[in-house]
């Protein structure tokens, strides 16, 4: 597996996701909805639980047109920074 992209400090986001809890694929098709709620260029965070995620979300992102800033691992989970295409 490739070294997880790490976010950088001071992201201005525009929407959280708390997907905390679910297991794959909710994380991801709940990402799907929300991203669709913002304006291209913004930033959304995804809170997640789900160990797939970590390659799910990057994944989707390059196939999707829209820019994986980084994930940072929080205290019991995960924040995934998604710039809106």
């Known amino acids: ?14 929407a959280v996701l708390d997907a905390k809890g679910l297991s794959c694929p909710m994380p991801l098709l709940r990402t799907k909805k929300e991203i ?6 913004e930033v ?20 999707s047109g829209h820019e994986f800033l980084g994930l940072k691992d929080e205290d019991g989970y995960t924040s995934f920074f998604i710039k809106k295409g």
Not at 36 to 41: A, F, L, P, V
Not at 44 to 63: A, F, K, Q, Y
Request: net charge negative; charged share 30%.
């Open 44 to 63: 959304l965070r995804v809170e997640g639980t789900d160990p797939g995620s970590r390659n799910d979300i990057p994944g989707w992102c390059e196939r």
């Open 1 to 14: 597996m490739s070294e997880a992209k790490i976010a950088p400090d001071g992201i201005d986001v525009a």
């Open 36 to 41: 669709g709620k913002i304006n291209s260029g």
